[in-house]
């Protein structure tokens, strides 16, 4: 048997198919099974690599998208008046907004001003009170054990013990 009869036999046997002569096939039977096995198929493999790439999008790229996506909200929405906070820790109250250059905030009672880039504003506490009280009220949604196994009881209900209270 030469190199071309072994190759098309195990072309068309397959994995699991009927080989086309099988008095050819009696050789290679053991070889073409263990590769089929072995292989797993193309189609497996670019399935393994698609299932991966899917997940690290789902488990990186997406939330780091969103994030950037509200970070970019959060300095679209910095009006003067705003009390935000900075990285370093700074609790200031915005003064001036200059579009993408700098904001001047002043913090304190002796209301020391500060030049900061928009970059360096991690929290608006305004603006998000502001969104707050535009949204209609929207009943909580029980999460899955409160449906299974009904409403916890509050710390108050719970504290009536009568211990640890003094007069």
């Not at 250059?101 to 001003?113: L, M, Q, S, Y």
Request: proline share 4%; hydrophobic share 40%.
């Amino acid at each position: 048997m030469n190199f071309i009869n072994i190759l098309s036999n195990a072309i068309n046997a397959g994995c699991g198919m009927v080989p086309a002569d099988p008095a050819a096939t009696a050789a290679t039977t053991s070889a073409t099974d263990a590769g089929c096995l072995a292989s797993g198929g193309v189609g497996s493999l670019f399935l393994i690599y698609a299932v991966v790439i899917g997940m690290f999008y789902l488990l990186f790229i997406r939330p780091n998208n969103k994030r950037k996506k509200q970070e970019e909200e959060l300095r679209k929405s910095i009006e003067v008046g705003d009390e935000v906070i900075t990285e370093g820790g700074v609790i200031a109250r915005v003064v001036s907004v200059k579009e993408n250059e700098f904001i001047v905030i002043e913090t304190g009672a002796d209301r020391t001003k500060l030049k900061v880039k928009p970059w360096a504003i991690v929290s608006n506490d305004t603006a998000r009170e502001r969104i707050a009280a535009l949204q209609p009220q929207q009943p909580q949604k029980k999460g899955f054990l409160e449906n299974l196994f009904g409403k916890k009881e509050s710390d108050s209900d719970s504290s009536d013990s009568g211990m640890g209270e003094q007069k």
